[in-house]
T-cell receptor, first 117, second 113 residues
Framework: DAGVIQSPRHEVTEMGQEVTLRCKPISGHDYLFWYRQTMMRGLELLIYFNNNVPIDDSGMPEDRFSAKMPNASFSTLKIQPSEPRDSAVYFC???????????????FGPGTRLTVL | DAKTTQPPSMDCAEGRAANLPCNHSTISGNEYVYWYRQIHSQGPQYIIH???NNETNEMASLIITEDRKSSTLILPHATLRDTAVYYC??????????????FGKGTHLIIQP
């Protein structure tokens, strides 16, 4: 398996523009996570899905952010309109659900480095 | 989730064992200790986890004290490729599901040649 795939790897845009980040999870995984990493705040969870359904979006910073998972092999994170403070590395991760007695690790993608000018 | 405390940075000579400490004095009885690491410009990577017994896998060993208030991640023969930020995370095993990880600031481990 190619692992979690994210695109684009780098994105530079101007303030006010719409930005769409894409993620393809590992085949068969039923959980998908979006994280954001900045120097100031570190790694923080934005939202996660189970079987394509959003379970917890409490980490989404504001209404400018939205995430969708139209099918098991694709998810998007959209920022509209983008602002300079959205500049960060955005990671997507996927995993199987964990049973009572075993832990299924999260596999992270390489990230998308977003710069909003 | 219980709070964890890790030193911000550590050095280790290549080929030696790297011992990374983590304090979690408020850990609950049903909380596990997990370790992830993040190599520069990559996404985090799972290393190991444990409840109260010592654990070992192909990457590392995890030693948890008897009172479970602290733990140590051991990389037995550190290489330059082990230079990374190491995160200690304490949380309940999400049996029957999964949930997001809460990362602290971690320990920046630098392996010296």
């Amino acid at each position: 398996d190619a692992g979690v795939i994210q695109s684009p790897r780098h994105e530079v845009t101007e303030m006010g523009q719409e930005v769409t980040l894409r993620c393809k999870p590992i085949s068969g995984h039923d959980y998908l996570f979006w994280y954001r990493q900045t120097m100031m705040r570190g790694l923080e969870l934005l939202i996660y899905f189970n079987n394509n359904v959003p379970i917890d979006d409490s980490g989404m910073p504001e209404d400018r952010f939205s995430a969708k998972m139209p099918n098991a092999s694709f998810s998007t994170l959209k920022i509209q309109p983008s602002e300079p403070r959205d500049s960060a590395v955005y990671f997507c991760a996927s995993s199987w659900g964990t049973s009572i007695s075993s832990y299924n690790e999260q596999f992270f993608g390489p990230g998308t480095r977003l710069t909003v000018l | 989730d219980a709070k964890t405390t890790q030193p911000p940075s550590m050095d280790c000579a290549e080929g030696r064992a790297a011992n990374l400490p983590c304090n979690h004095s408020t850990i609950s009885g049903n909380e596990y200790v997990y370790w992830y690491r993040q190599i520069h410009s990559q996404g985090p990577q799972y290393i190991i986890h444990g409840l109260k017994n010592n654990e070992t896998n192909e990457m590392a060993s995890l030693i948890i004290t008897e009172d479970r208030k602290s733990s140590t991640l051991i990389l037995p023969h550190a290489t330059l490729r082990d230079t990374a930020v190491y995160y200690c995370i304490v949380r309940v095993l999400p049996g029957g599901g999964a949930d997001g990880l809460t990362f602290g600031k971690g320990t920046h481990l630098i392996i010296q040649p």
